[in-house]
Protein backbone atom coordinates (compact mmCIF):
# COMPACT_ATOMS: atom_id res chain seq x y z
CA UNK A 1 0.00 0.00 0.00
CA UNK A 2 1.22 3.25 -0.97
CA UNK A 3 2.15 5.77 2.10
CA UNK A 4 1.19 9.37 2.74
CA UNK A 5 2.41 11.47 -0.42
CA UNK A 6 3.19 15.36 -0.28
CA UNK A 7 3.43 17.84 -2.76
CA UNK A 8 5.81 19.64 -3.28
CA UNK A 9 8.32 18.53 -2.07
CA UNK A 10 10.49 21.93 -1.85
CA UNK A 11 9.33 24.88 -2.04
CA UNK A 12 10.81 28.73 -1.96
CA UNK A 13 8.52 31.77 -1.63
CA UNK A 14 8.90 35.49 -0.31
CA UNK A 15 7.28 37.17 2.28
CA UNK A 16 3.80 38.48 1.67
CA UNK A 17 2.77 35.58 -0.91
CA UNK A 18 0.60 32.69 -0.20
CA UNK A 19 1.35 29.03 -0.65
CA UNK A 20 -0.76 25.66 -0.75
CA UNK A 21 0.74 22.56 0.15
CA UNK A 22 -1.18 19.08 -1.11
CA UNK A 23 -1.56 15.45 1.56
CA UNK A 24 -2.65 12.81 -0.36
CA UNK A 25 -3.34 9.95 2.66
CA UNK A 26 -2.48 6.20 2.66
CA UNK A 27 -5.47 4.44 0.58
CA UNK A 28 -8.66 4.13 2.80
CA UNK A 29 -7.24 6.56 5.51
CA UNK A 30 -10.16 9.20 6.15
CA UNK A 31 -7.95 11.73 8.88
CA UNK A 32 -5.76 13.52 7.70
CA UNK A 33 -3.62 15.91 10.11
CA UNK A 34 -1.03 18.30 9.17
CA UNK A 35 2.20 19.60 11.93
CA UNK A 36 4.94 22.26 11.49
CA UNK A 37 8.66 21.13 12.16
CA UNK A 38 10.79 24.28 13.05
CA UNK A 39 14.31 23.61 14.65
CA UNK A 40 13.07 26.47 17.36
CA UNK A 41 9.88 25.10 18.20
CA UNK A 42 10.06 21.65 17.21
CA UNK A 43 6.73 19.57 15.86
CA UNK A 44 4.03 21.21 16.45
CA UNK A 45 0.50 20.38 15.13
CA UNK A 46 -1.57 22.46 13.50
CA UNK A 47 -4.89 20.69 12.49
CA UNK A 48 -6.90 17.58 11.79
CA UNK A 49 -9.51 17.01 9.41
CA UNK A 50 -11.83 13.84 8.96
CA UNK A 51 -14.95 13.85 6.14
CA UNK A 52 -13.91 17.10 4.98
CA UNK A 53 -14.16 19.00 8.53
CA UNK A 54 -11.39 20.17 10.88
CA UNK A 55 -11.95 18.40 13.92
CA UNK A 56 -8.62 19.62 15.88
CA UNK A 57 -6.70 23.13 15.88
CA UNK A 58 -3.20 23.92 17.23
CA UNK A 59 -2.55 27.50 18.12
CA UNK A 60 -1.64 29.02 14.72
CA UNK A 61 -2.88 32.11 13.21
CA UNK A 62 -5.62 32.12 11.10
CA UNK A 63 -2.96 32.67 7.86
CA UNK A 64 -2.84 29.09 8.18
CA UNK A 65 -5.72 27.05 6.97
CA UNK A 66 -6.77 23.61 5.44
CA UNK A 67 -8.93 21.28 3.57
CA UNK A 68 -10.40 18.12 2.68
CA UNK A 69 -11.94 16.77 -0.58
CA UNK A 70 -14.23 13.85 -0.45
CA UNK A 71 -11.54 11.58 -1.21
CA UNK A 72 -9.50 12.70 1.30
CA UNK A 73 -7.09 14.26 -0.07
CA UNK A 74 -6.25 17.56 1.82
CA UNK A 75 -4.86 21.12 1.32
CA UNK A 76 -3.19 23.58 3.56
CA UNK A 77 -2.90 26.72 2.57
CA UNK A 78 -0.61 29.72 4.09
CA UNK A 79 -1.60 33.59 3.46
CA UNK A 80 0.76 36.90 3.56
CA UNK A 81 3.85 34.60 4.66
CA UNK A 82 6.36 35.78 6.94
CA UNK A 83 10.09 34.55 7.03
CA UNK A 84 9.24 32.43 10.53
CA UNK A 85 6.71 30.43 8.70
CA UNK A 86 9.95 28.62 7.06
CA UNK A 87 9.64 25.13 7.99
CA UNK A 88 9.23 21.63 7.24
CA UNK A 89 5.14 20.88 6.82
CA UNK A 90 4.51 17.23 7.60
CA UNK A 91 0.56 15.60 7.25
CA UNK A 92 -0.33 12.07 8.85
CA UNK A 93 -3.06 10.02 7.68
CA UNK A 94 -4.81 7.39 10.05
CA UNK A 95 -7.85 5.19 10.27
CA UNK A 96 -10.05 7.34 12.98
CA UNK A 97 -12.02 4.73 14.85
CA UNK A 98 -10.75 2.98 18.34
CA UNK A 99 -8.70 6.28 19.51
CA UNK A 100 -5.90 4.15 19.39
CA UNK A 101 -5.03 4.44 15.68
CA UNK A 102 -1.35 5.04 14.76
CA UNK A 103 -0.88 8.08 12.51
CA UNK A 104 1.70 7.60 9.62
CA UNK A 105 3.37 10.74 7.96
CA UNK A 106 4.67 11.80 4.39
CA UNK A 107 8.08 12.96 3.56
CA UNK A 108 6.97 16.74 4.07
CA UNK A 109 7.22 19.74 2.07
CA UNK A 110 10.23 22.18 3.27
CA UNK A 111 8.99 25.75 2.41
CA UNK A 112 11.51 28.17 2.67
CA UNK A 113 10.44 32.27 3.09
CA UNK A 114 12.55 34.27 2.04
CA UNK B 1 -2.05 19.85 29.54
CA UNK B 2 -0.23 16.63 27.91
CA UNK B 3 3.62 16.52 27.52
CA UNK B 4 6.62 14.33 26.73
CA UNK B 5 9.68 15.36 27.55
CA UNK B 6 12.78 13.98 26.33
CA UNK B 7 16.13 14.94 28.78
CA UNK B 8 18.69 14.07 26.22
CA UNK B 9 19.62 16.68 23.22
CA UNK B 10 22.01 13.79 21.93
CA UNK B 11 23.01 10.22 22.63
CA UNK B 12 26.38 8.73 21.55
CA UNK B 13 26.43 4.84 21.32
CA UNK B 14 29.31 1.98 19.91
CA UNK B 15 27.78 0.42 17.53
CA UNK B 16 27.09 -3.61 18.62
CA UNK B 17 26.25 -1.77 22.69
CA UNK B 18 22.91 -1.07 23.48
CA UNK B 19 21.17 1.86 23.43
CA UNK B 20 18.30 3.93 25.43
CA UNK B 21 16.75 7.11 24.51
CA UNK B 22 14.92 8.29 27.52
CA UNK B 23 11.43 9.62 27.54
CA UNK B 24 9.57 11.07 30.18
CA UNK B 25 5.48 12.05 30.50
CA UNK B 26 2.99 14.29 31.96
CA UNK B 27 -0.61 12.93 31.10
CA UNK B 28 -4.22 12.87 33.03
CA UNK B 29 -5.40 9.43 33.09
CA UNK B 30 -3.29 6.72 31.13
CA UNK B 31 -1.37 7.94 28.19
CA UNK B 32 -1.56 6.51 24.98
CA UNK B 33 3.04 6.65 24.03
CA UNK B 34 4.66 6.64 20.67
CA UNK B 35 8.04 6.71 19.27
CA UNK B 36 8.85 8.09 15.96
CA UNK B 37 12.40 8.32 14.13
CA UNK B 38 13.22 10.73 11.67
CA UNK B 39 15.89 10.67 8.97
CA UNK B 40 17.35 13.10 7.31
CA UNK B 41 15.37 15.03 4.69
CA UNK B 42 12.47 12.47 5.49
CA UNK B 43 9.03 12.32 7.47
CA UNK B 44 8.59 10.70 10.56
CA UNK B 45 8.54 7.05 10.71
CA UNK B 46 6.47 4.93 13.51
CA UNK B 47 8.59 2.40 15.46
CA UNK B 48 6.05 1.63 18.20
CA UNK B 49 3.39 2.60 20.39
CA UNK B 50 1.71 1.82 23.84
CA UNK B 51 -1.79 1.72 24.50
CA UNK B 52 -2.57 -0.75 27.62
CA UNK B 53 -1.33 -4.52 28.12
CA UNK B 54 2.45 -5.37 28.64
CA UNK B 55 4.82 -2.91 29.52
CA UNK B 56 7.24 -3.86 26.99
CA UNK B 57 6.22 -2.85 23.69
CA UNK B 58 8.63 -4.41 20.71
CA UNK B 59 8.75 -2.45 17.29
CA UNK B 60 10.23 -1.98 14.07
CA UNK B 61 14.12 -2.18 13.17
CA UNK B 62 14.51 -4.42 16.60
CA UNK B 63 13.75 -1.36 18.81
CA UNK B 64 11.26 -2.16 22.06
CA UNK B 65 9.87 0.84 24.45
CA UNK B 66 9.06 -0.07 28.38
CA UNK B 67 6.25 1.38 30.01
CA UNK B 68 6.96 2.38 33.56
CA UNK B 69 4.05 3.91 35.30
CA UNK B 70 5.54 4.42 38.52
CA UNK B 71 8.04 6.49 36.97
CA UNK B 72 6.13 8.31 34.27
CA UNK B 73 8.48 6.79 31.99
CA UNK B 74 8.48 5.18 28.13
CA UNK B 75 12.08 4.66 27.17
CA UNK B 76 13.42 3.71 24.00
CA UNK B 77 15.31 0.51 23.72
CA UNK B 78 17.56 -1.82 21.13
CA UNK B 79 20.24 -4.53 22.52
CA UNK B 80 22.81 -3.73 19.74
CA UNK B 81 22.82 -0.22 18.00
CA UNK B 82 23.38 -0.23 14.70
CA UNK B 83 25.28 2.86 12.88
CA UNK B 84 22.20 2.80 10.39
CA UNK B 85 20.33 3.66 14.03
CA UNK B 86 21.62 7.05 13.66
CA UNK B 87 18.64 9.37 13.21
CA UNK B 88 16.77 11.97 15.48
CA UNK B 89 13.86 10.13 17.62
CA UNK B 90 10.75 11.68 18.64
CA UNK B 91 8.48 10.40 21.79
CA UNK B 92 5.02 11.67 21.68
CA UNK B 93 1.48 11.62 23.70
CA UNK B 94 -2.10 11.58 22.01
CA UNK B 95 -3.90 14.38 22.90
CA UNK B 96 -7.05 13.59 24.36
CA UNK B 97 -5.88 10.84 25.68
CA UNK B 98 -8.82 9.28 25.39
CA UNK B 99 -12.54 9.78 24.40
CA UNK B 100 -13.17 11.64 20.78
CA UNK B 101 -11.66 9.86 18.35
CA UNK B 102 -10.38 13.40 16.98
CA UNK B 103 -6.72 13.39 18.43
CA UNK B 104 -3.44 15.38 18.09
CA UNK B 105 0.16 13.59 18.91
CA UNK B 106 2.56 15.93 21.09
CA UNK B 107 5.89 15.42 20.98
CA UNK B 108 9.14 15.66 22.45
CA UNK B 109 12.54 17.84 21.29
CA UNK B 110 13.77 14.85 20.04
CA UNK B 111 16.97 13.21 20.59
CA UNK B 112 19.73 12.90 17.83
CA UNK B 113 21.31 9.32 18.18
CA UNK B 114 24.78 8.85 16.95
CA UNK B 115 26.07 5.45 16.55
CA UNK B 116 29.96 5.21 16.26
CA UNK B 117 31.15 2.05 14.20
Known amino acids: KAGVTQTPRYLIKTRGQQVTLSCSPI?????VSWYQQTPGQGLQFLFE???????NKGNFPGRFSGRQFSNSRSEMNVSTLELGDSALYLC?????????????FGPGTRLLVL | AQSVAQPEDQVNVAEGNPLTVKCTYS??????LFWYVQYPNRGLQFLLK??????LVKGSYGFEAEFNKSQTSFHLKKPSALVSDSALYFC???????????????FGSGTRLLVRP
Open chain 1, 27 to 31: SGHRS
Open chain 2, 27 to 32: VSGNPY
Open chain 1, 92 to 104: ASSLPGTGQETQY
Open chain 2, 50 to 55: YITGDN
Open chain 1, 49 to 55: YFSETQR
Open chain 2, 92 to 106: AVRDPPRGDSSYKLI
